[in-house]
């Protein structure tokens, strides 16, 4: 499954954790020498504050986002993993914070040494400068503050270590020995030379919401040699000979195969609002969790229908389609763009409901973008928007607790 399902170095899950454990005890060693729901806004007291600042506050689950982005840029992972990258990332300093209000430790340390394990976790190969910043971030702390905040971190860790655990069995990344299906109604590899399905195994992936990837299987697409099926061809030939400017530069704009991906992208979106609300260290990282899991499970959800219907592409039933982009080496139906931005942008209107629909409306046109684009019939991105609905209302109705450390409730 190559970029898509994994990242590309491989250890034992009891090698994962005895290298981060082993790698974050030396800190303190270095030192001694939400649920959908409106969000609070936050003063830099920590208080409720109507008038806070529209900025955020600089919470560690900030930061250590923004240099999640740069890891994931930095080492080109893909598409999912990138994606995998921050929903357990975020899903750990979630966790961390709950338990160091619980310990009454600080949050900030908590989020710092949970993020560092999992991205150590993940990105093997940066493990020294991952250590590095947060053994600065920690040393700059006044001594007064420093042991709450050590203290905060060994809670962070020992939360990572239990997410690890979940990461490392998730199914992410399970070998596919099946055979493409033959046939000019089925999806063939579009690649020079043809290559290998990406994702073809992702629908059996654990979720984090759903119980399996297959609750909101999408529907039969209409047969290959029908009217219908024709019509869907003759659309995207349609807006392909007559595609404009504006059209084009919404199918590049979303494309999304470089920097930090698709998923870097809304985690950038999703940080913007928290700091237009100005919240503070928890209600950021429920937030963020809160987000990124939708997003895997609206991953996971669509690779589940894309390989019971293998649809090929438009191109490959009408190769006069010009295309604006690259055709993505996997089926068609549904489109994962639909799902996933449109579940991130249900999830995130649900958090922000003063903004008014915005981010379902960009959810929606990086939907509509992969018809501009040439690469997808109307019908992917329609029941993609289905989906999307779906995954999301589930993933609000389990909500992430704010009492307990979240657990997937998928098998």
Known sequence: MGALCGHSVRRTPAAYLRNVL????????????????????FSESGT??????????????????????????????????????????????????????????????????????????????????????????????????????????????????DVIAVAT?????????????????????????????????????????????????APPPPAYDTPEFRAQVADVRRVSDGRTSQQMR?????????????????????????????????????????VHMVAVDATIACHDSKYVYWLPRPTQVDPEIRLAIGVPNHPAYPSNHACISGAIGRVLDAQFPDQRGRYFAMGRQAGESRIYAGIHYRIDVDEGLVMAKKVAARALEVGIPLDRPFVPVGR
Request: hydrophobic share 45%; net charge neutral; glycine share 8%.
């Open 22 to 41: 082993v790698v974050l005890a030396v800190v303190p060693i270095a030192l001694a020498s939400g649920c959908a729901h409106q969000p609070e806004r």
């Open 48 to 161: 409720s504050d109507p008038a806070a600042s529209p900025w955020a506050l600089p919470t560690a689950t900030m930061r250590w986002n923004e240099y999640a982005c740069e890891l994931v840029a930095r080492n080109r992972v893909g598409q999912f993993p990138a994606s995998r990258t921050f929903a357990y990332l975020n899903l750990a300093i979630n966790n961390a914070i709950v338990l160091a209000k619980e310990k009454g430790r600080a949050s900030d340390g908590a989020a710092a040494g949970a993020a560092a394990a999992v991205l150590i976790y993940l990105f093997p190969k940066d493990e020294s400068e991952i250590a590095r910043r947060l053994t600065g971030e920690a040393a700059a702390i006044g001594t007064k503050a420093r042991s709450d905040f050590a203290g905060g971190m060994e809670i962070g860790r020992a939360a990572a270590v």
């Open 169 to 217: 069995t998730d199914r992410s990344s399970v070998a596919w020995a099946g055979n493409v299906p033959e046939g000019a109604a089925k999806w063939s590899s579009l690649a020079k030379p043809p290559a290998a399905p990406l994702g073809p195994r992702l629908g059996e992936m654990r979720p984090f919401f759903l119980v399996t990837g297959s609750d909101f299987r």
């Open 250 to 290: 919404i199918a590049q704009y979303w494309e999304n195969l470089s920097g930090p991906f698709a998923a870097g992208l809304w985690n950038d979106v999703a940080r913007n609002a928290i700091s237009s609300h100005g919240l503070g260290e928890a209600e950021s990282a429920r937030v963020l969790a809160l």
